[in-house]
């Protein structure tokens, strides 16, 4: 069956010279993640709101349309990418998460100038061609690969432990998950940027927390310019964040945050911080390679 073709895009295939550039959307709680594969950013404005999707080496497998029972995957690798990214793959905010992936059309030499400064391209006209569920994203600092699946399938058990002492499960999915059954939102706190703050160090209000209790665990700015930033924490007091992954910028004061408590997944930490230990999803002894 066809696919019909949306109005905005039509006015492209009359064009001389169209390029056709890749976006995805991934949609984390109350904050969207936008990329696109480009060597700059470039701002969407199709249905006159500006959203800016930032430049990120992306590449994907073929879209395929296939009869019976097969589930169509579309797995995205993302090249070069950087301790933020990964951090967000470790806290397990991305699991489940939506993504969205568009094409859009734009002329790479159509720019808007104001004041005389130059600005990004624009997207006149985008098509969704794939829309679906993350799956388990895993990669380092270097890169990262991510499965879309069309719908979510993160209700069921399926027995893929590996046989490790680290745990297994990720930490804070709640009681229905079956495995970690803390609630990652009774480990968060919710405050905001004080005066003498720097792009390594975060001033806070006194949080009344233990040194280091949020080590492991990420700070997430949730307003502003920067919102959806995500840094992983080095050090921390009561009342100064110390991030392990500086900045490159400062946070203006006033500006809200999150921070996040994870887990080492160790089975100490699970038994004395989190009361879990029933819960572990490790293996208490692994045995050593045999010597002949």
Known sequence: MPIDIADAVKPEFHKLYTK??????IVTSDTTHRYCANYEAVEDRTDYETRVYH???????????????????LEIGLDNVDLEFSTMIASGILIGARCNVYIGFFNPGWVFWYNNSYMRPVIWGKVKIFSGYLDEPKGDEKWVTMTIRPFPMFNRDFPKRIFQVGCNWVFGTGPSSGHCTKDRSGYDI???????????????????RDHDYFVPGFMEVKNGDYVGLIRPIA????????????????????????????CAKSLTACDNIFNNKVEFGGFVGVPKQPKL
């Open 55 to 73: 430049p990120l080496a992306i590449r994907r497998s073929a879209i395929t349309s296939e009869e019976g029972t097969s589930i169509n995957e």
């Open 235 to 262: 050090t921390s007091t009561a009342s100064v964040i110390t991030l392990r992954v500086a900045l490159d910028f400062e946070l203006a004061e006033g500006t809200s945050i999150r921070l996040q408590k994870l």
């Open 20 to 25: 056709v550039i890749q976006m995805y959307e």
């Open 190 to 208: 919710t405050t905001t940027v004080e005066n003498g703050s720097d792009v390594e160090h975060i001033h806070i209000p006194n949080s009344g």
